[in-house]
């Protein structure tokens, strides 16, 4: 199961996602490590939209099992397809980069949590197709980076339905 709170007391390692942030970060004391923001094509979402024949209204599904979904529409079911699935990318962040802000205390060797982990790691697969990014992570410091603790597949989460 994916982890979303650091256990055992970590230090929390906080992500700064534009300019002014890592400024501010430099301002009191912290080293930002600078990364580009990278979307991976491993991570993927899926959307359909249908209407309602009968109202005209339209919806949007996410699930294969949707009410109203045909692979192939005909004048039988209540719905029609508009757009039939289609794969996206599911994230947005407000600049292309973004930095950790490692603490002048930091001792190599130390575990830590990232609270926003950067990387496009996948962190959960659901068996309809969707990936999701890993949120966060614990992280070892090695004197230069943060080195992501997560091990695939053994820390992913999968679900089915």
């Known amino acids: 199961m994916e982890m979303t709170q650091p256990k055992d007391n970590l230090r929390v390692i906080k992500t700064a996602r534009n300019i002014e942030q890592i400024n ?40 294969y099992r949707s009410k109203g979904y045909q692979i192939i529409p005909t004048d039988e079911y209540a719905y029609e397809t508009l757009i039939p699935f289609t794969q996206y990318y599911p994230y947005h962040f407000e600049s292309p980069f973004a930095a950790y802000l490692i603490p002048k205390d930091i001792q190599v060797g130390e575990i830590v949590w990232l609270e926003d982990v950067i990387e496009d790691i996948v962190g959960s697969r659901w068996n309809q197709g969707d990936t999701y990014r890993l949120k966060s992570s614990e992280a070892v410091w090695n004197g230069n980076e943060l080195a992501i603790s997560f091990q695939l597949p053994m820390n992913q989460s999968s679900f089915v339905g």
């Open 24 to 63: 501010e970060a430099v301002e009191n004391g912290f080293t930002p490590i600078i990364k580009p923001v990278i979307p991976s094509p491993e991570i993927r979402s899926k959307f359909a939209i249908i209407r309602e024949k009968a109202t005209g209204k339209v919806e949007l599904i996410s699930d």
